[in-house]
């Protein structure tokens, strides 16, 4: 099969390897048909690191993928030949406090998909356990899989807000996951959503999805415009899904007093700062995510029942062989890239 490897900061190599077997009775064989590139793969592909998880070694990266079903271990019950399956791309234990209260999503012994050691699916096969796959419902294909793993982390991050029906919301970032979030909480009855992003086609794509007010960043200030248009208040709940530093002031300017600011994007710095006396004289609550858990299946129904299409967020096809332009792509912000695929 052919494995694309990151060797190197922006370097990668496609090299040919035998396909693994499955080992355990209770995994499943995949073709990988296409992954998605996240914002977690560029990182390693630019800088070699996110916090404390290095890559020290070659790695396989991609994590958002789908692929058909090619055999099955004698334990299987769910699955068959031929089954199209989105990938839950997180292997957690189940043993440890975490994964018995339900949250997956924070063991702390998790082999996840593409963050070092553990390789990822940018690769023609691979093997996962029948637990970390979900079916995909007909009229729904390989490319909507691939969305739902974003889509979930959207709706996880709209369910830890406790989000009501008629809340106001604003979502600093319009990328893949900002866009996610959005769906989710239009889907979800928001009332007046705020989109800012620094990328024209992106906001345009948001209007699209149903924000209220698209906020070019280059040229204007998400904070003034939240506050002309809730009498000064803000939003009931604020998004942080870019991973920058001026998003992670804005985050907490939107929010109005005793509202929540949730944190999604992954920062390129090891340390983001918060003006703490705006924080505490507005009693904000502060919300971490860490990606979601039990979310994927109702993103694909969401997909498959929503009026709404989040599948045109993919801008961007490439074939493995051209990973590497196809990251280079996504790093750059280049030719209005929304969401880029790689196909196998």
Request: hydrophobic share 40%; charged share 30%.
């Amino acid at each position: 099969m052919k494995v694309a490897y990151l060797v190197g900061k922006k370097k990668i190599e496609i090299e040919e390897e035998k396909c693994p077997e499955i080992k355990n009775e209770k995994d499943v064989l995949i073709k990988i048909r296409c992954v998605g590139i996240c914002g977690s793969d560029v990182h390693y592909f630019l800088e070699g690191k996110i916090g404390d998880q290095i890559v020290k070694d070659k790695i396989i990266l991609g994590h958002e993928a789908s692929g058909e079903v090619v055999e099955t271990g004698k334990d299987v019950k769910r699955l068959k030949k031929g089954d199209k399956v989105a990938i839950e791309p997180g292997i957690s234990c189940g043993k440890c406090e975490s994964c018995k209260k339900g949250k997956p999503n924070t063991c702390p012994y998790v082999k996840f998909l593409g963050t070092p050691p553990i390789n990822g699916a940018f690769r023609e096969y691979i093997v996962m356990p029948e637990e970390n796959l979900i079916k995909i419902p007909d009229g729904l294909g390989y490319e909507e899989g691939v969305l739902s793993e974003p889509l979930a982390i959207g709706i996880y991050s709209v369910k830890l807000s406790q989000m009501e029906i008629g809340d106001d919301v604003a979502i600093l970032g319009a990328g893949p996951i900002g866009l996610s979030i959005l769906f989710s909480v239009r889907e979800s009855g928001a009332n007046k959503i705020f989109v800012s992003d620094l990328i024209e086609e992106r906001l345009k794509f948001a209007k699209d999805l149903g924000a209220d007010f698209i906020i070019d960043a280059k040229k204007e200030d998400i904070v003034e415009i939240v506050k002309n248009f809730t009498n000064n208040r803000g939003v009931d709940i604020s998004f942080e899904a870019a991973g920058k530093r001026e998003t992670f002031r804005q985050v907490i300017h939107t929010t109005k007093i005793c509202g929540k600011s949730v944190l999604v994007g992954i920062p390129s710095e090891d340390t983001v700062e918060f003006e703490a006396h705006i924080m505490r004289r507005k009693e904000l609550k502060l919300i971490n995510v860490r990606r979601s858990a039990f979310c994927t299946e109702i993103a694909l129904n969401m997909m498959k029942n929503s009026k709404l299409s989040f599948s045109k967020i993919i801008t961007h096809r490439y074939p493995i062989e051209k990973i590497e332009e196809a990251l280079n792509l996504v790093s750059e912000y280049k030719d209005g890239v929304i969401k880029c695929l790689v196909n196998l």
